[in-house]
């Protein structure tokens, strides 16, 4: 697999959890956050859509941009308080349900990624 592989793939997971929370937002409130902080108003479902579209605009960027090995290591360093913050919401402040564990899961998926691209574009701008 090459890094731009790699980086497309990290695309796909910012488009697709990012493109729920854009056009589905409800639905992301209904199914990945526990009942006692779920919210059933405009501006839950607003943060939601806001959430969402800013995945997707990094989504497109990873699409037609190219990443160096730089910038796959500066993206893996970045996910880190991300691994944090899906800890801290699951298990000390129980916002997040085992669906929004979700994110947990494309974030794991991206750092994974994120270092398989920089090893593997280091590799490809040796030559």
């Not at 009942?35 to 969402?52: I, V």
Request: charged share 10%.
């Amino acid at each position: 697999m090459s890094a731009l592989t790699a980086q497309r793939l990290i695309a796909v997971v910012f488009l697709l959890l990012g493109g729920w929370a854009l056009f589905a937002p409800q639905s992301v409130i209904d199914l990945a956050v526990t009942p006692e902080y779920r919210e059933d108003s405009f501006l839950a479902r607003f943060a939601m859509a806001c959430f969402g579209a800013q995945a997707c605009i990094f989504g497109i960027m990873s699409l037609v941009v190219r990443y160096t090995s730089r910038g796959f290591l500066v993206f893996a360093v970045i996910l880190l308080p991300f691994f944090v913050f899906d800890w801290y919401f699951h298990s000390v402040v129980p916002v997040l349900n085992s669906v929004g564990m979700l994110d947990l899961v494309g974030n794991i998926a991206m750092f994974g990624l994120a270092l398989y691209g920089w090893k593997q574009a280091r590799i490809e701008e040796a030559g």
